[in-house]
């Protein structure tokens, strides 16, 4: 098992600095930078330095100099120490927007992961329990609509018919115009109230993909050998269900709601934009389209990190929860 | 299942029944041969859930290929309405101060004005100023002369205004005996031994011809360049005296335009508004039976850009699914068939590209194409390279699954031993059974493609105006505006979306259990 952890950590690392690499030379490489559109302006002004040589300064300036090759590693020397360096859309070090902006969609994604799970587990499981019937169709349809919704087009209508019709939330941000004037209990129910559509949205566009794991998975177990034999041994229906069946349903499920979790950090980037919500989506977002080279490098390998820890943590839970897996 | 199946079943049966009289119990053509490709499609069309995905599809294909040969708009076509934009003409304010005129000759100070309206609102005869007495008289309504106590007419106090035809100054006399005239509604006056006529307008006139004329109203051009004629100020006139706030008015140049008035109470000003009839783009225009779903922000009839944005999302599906699939599978099917070093390589490479988060990517591509303003064609087309080349790595993993547990079965150890070709090997026997697996994923995944390059559209990093497509149109809802008021514009294209995407879905969910022998039904 060690042996297992450790070469898969190994692989990774290499797999990761490949990614870092590839991302370092597409950043690079975008012809038109933060950089330019700075130089731009400044050269604009009057009695100013001509753009090249405003280019050739700022180029110094933010390490932009070097070669893609040397300037990766440059990049990933510091980085490896921790050093991220400062964002140029937002003016301030990469890890403190980070640090800042990253609480906040954790806990949007959190919330909306458990509502997901309380939700689509259940209703997967009823699904698969009484396939082809009403409630199997009703809950396929749901499913398969949560999948094909677009985000966009969802979140215009949750506005459209919560914030414009009814008027009970906002269109939006995440404070309101008096949030200053409130006590802090206060400011913490106006943030949950500004945070109620995002996560309806979150909750109903995820919803769909768990609800079909779920009822395929569940369905597959039904069909096993084992619980024909339960069945045949005379256990009641409940109880082959929710005892023999559930169990088994869990392995998959366990494994793919653990790899899921490191992707809670990442940030709902459609979501949060739609929404104003400051995390670290709406962030990084904004970054990205302003040409910030240091904090997109950094969020694209935080996002390539969350996704080797998730493919790690579920190969491992799936060999600690199913012991018939044996890893070679 | 219904009713109806059993009962196509029975005379199916009874049919068969008919048959089995003719041939022997042994005899080939009494059993029902059904290819596996058959089975498939028999499997699929039973399953009433996929035929309804299957029709919405046929329909959104052909509402968007065919929809727009039929439409009599082309994609890009601007609709203009005749809106009228008033601009401000002319202003007119009823005179309620009194104006002086003072006498040829003669001193007529300021004070002596002041000290003649407190006469005039306390209904005194006379004033004093400065130890002179000066004799104020009513000559008429709103017109006052001053005298001094030996008779010397030294200035008048009016309110109606004397608006003389020529830039010479007339004679204090002359405006005097008129104001006069005017003020006591007399027809005819004389001044200096020429009788001079007045008519109910006020236009003053000797046998030699206009003057002038009389008015209460002091009116103003306000658009540069304007010499208001003396035909507009009488209709004008006649309207304020109506007390109605609209009239028309032509012009020398035989042009016919509306005019408008709009009372000030602050100021006591009326200003009045030409009304110009103006081609503008007609932008945000309700359903009629022009344009079924109205226009849109650039004045384009909203459903022929809706089936143009069809066109576009479901051919930039079926093109990036392509190009994926295509890498997917070559990569896949190497991978798979040769293993060892040359499989770690490429399952290494997937990894990677597994790895590297597609959505930044795609916004930051997006944004850099921006900045660089690529042309919305070109634009298309690397959006199209873009998805496609961020696709590939899970087919390829797919597929090098399947063919890694195929090419342990025993037809391919029968290839091997036939000396069949190895690329023949891969591309003729293995991937046509990979191919089930394959279409149900790109069916899905086209589902998904067109969610992503509808997204980016919607953010404003795909597909750029002037080309449609469904997420571009629903652009439009950013604007809060918008949103609220003009549900034409952006429901029907995330409806056409959301059910195109649901198709596929349900589509491939059915294609998935037709492919699957071991589904029982």
């Known amino acids: 098992m060690r042996k297992f952890i450790i070469k898969r950590l190994l692989l990774s690392v290499v797999i990761l600095f490949f990614v870092a690499l590839i991302i370092y030379a597409l950043m690079r490489c975008l012809p038109t930078s933060y950089i330019e559109s700075i130089a731009r302006q400044k050269s604009m002004q009057p009695g100013s330095k001509t753009f090249d040589e405003w280019m050739q300064q700022l180029s110094a300036t933010y390490g932009m100099d070097k070669g893609i090759i040397a300037g990766f590693f440059s990049w990933l020397g510091k980085a490896l120490t921790g050093n991220f360096g400062d964002s140029w859309f937002y003016t301030e070090p990469v890890l403190q927007v980070f640090n800042r902006t990253v609480w906040l969609s954790f806990i949007m994604g959190g919330i909306a992961f458990i509502f997901e799970i309380i939700i689509a587990i259940p209703l997967g499981i009823i699904a698969a329990t009484k396939q082809y019937s009403k409630t199997d169709y009703t809950v396929s349809v749901i499913a398969l609509a949560g999948i094909s919704l677009p985000t966009f087009f969802f979140a215009a209508l949750l506005k459209l018919l919560f914030s414009v019709k009814l008027g009970w939330f906002e269109l939006f941000g995440l404070v309101g115009r008096n949030h200053q004037q409130l006590s802090s209990f206060g400011q913490f129910l106006d943030k949950a109230h500004h945070l109620v559509l995002p996560i309806v949205t979150l909750v109903v566009i995820s919803i769909g993909g768990l609800m079909r794991y779920t009822r395929t998975n569940m369905l597959e177990v039904l069909n096993a050998d084992y619980i024909r034999t339960a069945r045949a041994k005379g256990v009641s229906e409940h109880k082959v269900i929710y005892k023999h069946a559930f169990r088994n349903t869990l392995i998959p499920l366990v494994t793919i709601i653990g790899g899921s979790l490191p992707g809670l950090f990442s940030g709902a980037l459609i979501t949060e934009t739609l929404y104003s919500i400051p995390g670290i989506g709406y962030t990084s977002y904004n970054a990205m389209v302003g040409g910030d080279i240091p904090f997109s490098m950094f969020y694209l390998t935080f996002i390539a990190v969350l996704t080797l820890i998730g493919n790690l943590i579920a190969d491992i839970l799936y060999a600690v929860v199913d012991p018939r897996v044996r890893i070679s | ?521």
């Open chain 2, 1 to 521: 299942m219904s009713k109806k199946p059993e009962k196509n079943n029975k005379l199916k049966n009874s049919a068969s029944e008919k048959n089995e009289q003719q041939y022997s119990l042994n005899d080939d053509r009494r059993v029902k041969v059904l290819s596996p490709g058959a089975l498939v499609a028999k499997r699929f069309f039973r399953n009433r859930m996929a035929m309804v995905g299957l029709i919405i599809l046929i329909a959104m294909f052909a509402f968007s290929f065919i929809g727009g040969l039929i439409s009599p708009y082309s994609e890009a076509q601007l609709f203009y309405r005749t809106d009228i934009l008033e601009k401000e003409y002319a202003s007119a304010i009823v005179n309620t101060e009194f104006r002086y005129l003072t006498a040829d000759g003669q001193e007529f100070p300021s004070v002596v004005q002041a000290k003649m309206i407190l006469a005039v609102n306390q209904n005194l005869p006379e004033c004093e100023y400065d130890g002179i007495t000066y004799t104020v008289t009513k000559e008429g309504e709103d017109l006052y002369s001053v005298s001094l106590a030996d008779g010397t007419l030294i200035g008048i106090g009016y309110k109606d205004i004397f608006n003389s035809n020529t830039s010479d100054k007339l004679p204090f006399g002359l405006v005097f005996e008129a104001l006069k005239a005017y003020t006591n509604e007399l027809d005819t006056f004389i001044y200096e031994d020429v009788e001079y006529s007045i008519d109910i307008d006020g236009t003053v006139a000797n046998a030699e011809g206009e003057l002038g004329y009389i008015s209460r109203y002091f009116v103003q051009a306000l658009m540069p360049d304007v010499f208001l004629s003396r035909e507009f100020k009488e209709d004008l006139y006649e309207t304020l005296e109506n007390g109605s706030d609209e009239f028309k008015f032509t012009d020398a140049d035989g042009v016919e335009y509306d005019y408008t008035l709009y009372y000030n109470a602050a100021s006591k000003k009326y200003t009045i508004k030409q009304g110009t009839e103006s081609r503008v783009y007609d932008t945000y225009a309700s359903p009629s039976s022009k344009h079924w779903l109205g226009t849109d922000r650039n004045g384009m009839d909203m459903l022929t850009r809706l089936m143009y944005g069809g066109r576009v999302s479901l051919l930039i599906g079926f093109i990036v699914e392509f190009i994926a699939t295509f890498i997917g599978v070559i990569l896949g099917g190497i991978s798979g068939y040769f293993g060892g070093w040359v499989d770690n390589l490429i399952m290494r490479i997937v990894d990677i590209f597994y790895c590297i988060p597609s959505m930044p990517i795609i916004i930051i591509l997006g944004a850099a194409m921006d900045a660089m303003s690529v042309d919305p064609k070109l634009r298309m087309i690397y959006l199209m390279l873009i998805l496609g080349f961020l696709g590939w790595p899970g087919l390829a993993r797919m597929v090098r699954g399947q063919i890694l547990s195929l090419r342990e079965q025993e037809f391919m150890t029968a290839t091997e031993a036939c000396g069949v070709r190895v690329s023949r090997r891969i591309y003729k026997h293995l991937i046509p059974n990979v191919i089930p697996q394959l279409i149900v994923s790109c069916t899905m995944g086209l589902g998904s493609t067109i969610i992503t390059e509808s997204t980016l559209s919607f953010l404003g990093l795909g597909v750029r105006f002037p080309f449609a497509s469904w997420g571009n149109i629903i652009n439009d809802v950013k604007d809060t505006f918008v949103l609220m008021n003009y549900w034409f514009i952006w429901i029907p294209a995330g409806a056409l979306l959301l059910i195109t995407v649901l198709a596929f879905n349900i589509v491939g969910d059915g294609l998935r259990d037709a492919f699957d022998p071991k589904m029982k039904r």
